[in-house]
């Protein structure tokens, strides 16, 4: 079973990185930059204390830093143990995929999903009462995962369950810090 989950992760993969168009190639490497989404993060660190007085604001942004720094202690913690190779440094299937970067690291699961989809559920949850349109927030780690395929360096499963991860965490530490705002009222 877990070989017929394996070759139809790599077979996905396979399809949807050929499926990607060369002229869109510079988007991709564009969009899967860390720094292009900053903007958004600072936009995002405004809205919160827009959204809050000052200090449930800091409480609120605490827990953000607290969010992604577990979320990339963890996902860390799983790409060493579980050792998986990236698509890109796979020989079997080189040939067969475009590659447009080449990092060296392990596989699974994605930083980029994890953190992206973390963020991106923690501010809709911290944020979704006060800015209506919070949920477009969503775009953004839909298309920082998918940019993974497109540039050779991850599998879907690598970006299923880093977005899993990443949604998990931000609905638990949400969790915890409505119940630390609650208790300053």
Known sequence: MIEKIKKWDIDLFIYLNNSGIESLDGFWLFITNTTVWIPLFALLL??????YETPK???VFLYFLGLVALSLLLMALTKFSVARLRPNNLLEISEMIRILKRPSGYSFYSGHASNSFAIATFAY????KKFS???LVFLFPFL????RIFVGVHFPSDLIFG????CLLAFLFYKRCNTHLNALV
Do not use: D, E, N, P
Not at 46 to 51: C, N, P, V
Not at 125 to 128: F, G, P, Q, S
Not at 144 to 147: I, M
């Open 125 to 128: 949850l911290v944020l979704r």
């Open 57 to 59: 604001a800091k409480i």
């Open 133 to 135: 349109w919070i949920w």
């Open 144 to 147: 920082f995962a998918l940019s």
């Open 46 to 51: 405004y809205l919160i204390f827009r959204a």
């Open 163 to 166: 977005a899993f991860m990443g």
